[in-house]
């Protein structure tokens, strides 16, 4: 079976940061994350390092979504999404291929541009017989959107 990525020689862990020093300190959880990263690609033998809030195969959260230019959806009718975050380098790491668009960049962080990644099931569903590069998508449901 494909799984869509490969799994050998990664290593994986769960981090968990303290509640009492992280909770709502989303700065500070920020930097946490880029210094374990930052740790561990100076590990000797680490050829590359990331962090996903989430692993393949693990049960990934499911999300309401909406799709820019798409007929308009209620939060009862909006299609799902498995979402997750995920740093620079988790492409690479997972040794997943990509087959168009970009990886992220480290440029992708707070205040920039938002990006996402999807995969080939998302873009069969979401856009047959369409380019999915630039187009715009909602994670959750606000009013006014926030693609």
């Not at 369409?130 to 187009?135: A, L, S, Y």
């Amino acid at each position: 079976m494909d799984l869509g990525f490969a799994p050998e020689r990664v290593v994986s862990m769960r981090v968990t940061p303290l509640p009492a020093k992280y909770a709502g300190q989303v700065e500070q959880q920020i930097q946490f994350g880029r210094n374990v990263v930052e740790r561990l690609r100076q590990t000797p033998g680490v050829e590359v390092a990331a962090l996903s809030t989430d692993l393949p195969l693990q049960g990934t959260p499911r999300f309401i979504m909406r799709i820019e230019g798409k007929p308009p959806v209620t939060v009862a009718t909006a299609p799902l999404a498995d979402y997750f975050t995920v740093t620079p380098g988790y492409f690479e790491a997972m040794r997943v291929p990509l087959r168009r668009g970009r990886a992220l960049r480290d440029t992708d962080q707070q205040g920039a541009p938002l990006a996402v990644v999807v995969n080939e099931e998302f873009v069969k569903t979401h856009f047959p017989n369409e380019d999915p590069i630039g187009k715009r998508l909602e994670i959750g449901f606000s009013e006014p959107p926030n693609w």
